[in-house]
């Protein structure tokens, strides 16, 4: 159940600034599915630690901060 609630923190810090799935999909130049699928750890689907240095940088958070 915990891997389920992974990117719980990476969540809220995107409703916090009131980003979107698909503007951090878009930023990182990722498929707006292909995010939603590992944000929601669909099928053991994860983020790539290039992906999540991406969107750290994105969202300018440090990547301790949720991962």
Same mark, same amino acid.
């Given at each position: @159940?915990?891997?389920?609630?992974?990117?719980?923190?990476? #969540?809220?810090?995107?409703? #916090? #600034?009131?980003?979107?799935?698909?503007?951090?999909?878009?930023?990182?130049? @990722?498929?707006?599915?292909?995010?939603?699928?590992?944000?929601?750890?669909?099928?053991?689907?994860?983020?790539? *630690?290039?992906?999540? *240095?991406?969107?750290?940088?994105?969202?300018?958070?440090?990547?301790?901060?949720?991962?």
């Amino acid at each position: @159940m915990i891997e389920n609630k992974r990117y719980a923190v990476l #969540k809220s810090i995107l409703v #916090k #600034k009131g980003l979107s799935q698909g503007e951090i999909a878009d930023g990182i130049g @990722m498929d707006r599915s292909t995010f939603n699928i590992k944000i929601n750890r669909h099928a053991g689907r994860d983020f790539t *630690l290039q992906e999540a *240095l991406r969107i750290s940088n994105l969202i300018d958070t440090p990547i301790d901060d949720f991962f």
